[in-house]
């Protein structure tokens, strides 16, 4: 099992930057994949970026150029950093991690709790 607690939310203003950290404990040695997703009202919940240890990154395509994630070598944290923020990014924002375990592999899929970000003038 692993537990994943998101910080760093808060209100700020187009233009402005803001940095998420999501904290990673428990099972952590079995996780492949970090990333952020996001979730507006009425909306599905959306990848932002994904970054797999080891792999590539993906980021989508709202954000490409404006967002970078970052991770831990040691799988304990993910960050997100939010340049040039917009209103369009108004959303809570979810930690997630995958791991992997077990013969045959079995993935798993581990959920923050969600941190709200809201943009606004």
């Known amino acids: 099992q692993v537990h994943l607690v998101e910080s760093g939310g808060g209100s700020v203003q187009p233009g402005e930057s803001l940095t998420l950290s999501c904290a990673a404990s428990g099972n952590t040695f079995s996780i492949v994949v970090m990333g952020w997703y996001r979730q507006s009202p009425g909306k599905e919940r959306e990848l932002v970026a994904q970054s797999r240890f080891g792999g590539s990154t993906v980021y989508s395509d709202s954000v490409r150029g404006r967002f970078t994630i970052s991770k831990a070598a040691d799988k304990s944290a993910v960050f997100l950093q939010m340049n040039n923020v917009k209103p369009e990014d108004t959303a809570v924002y979810f930690c997630?991690?995958?791991?992997?375990?077990?013969?045959?592999?079995?993935?798993?899929?581990?959920w923050g709790q969600g941190t709200q970000v809201t943009v606004s003038s």
């Open positions: 997630h991690a995958q791991g992997i375990k077990g013969v045959p592999e079995r993935k798993s899929n581990y």
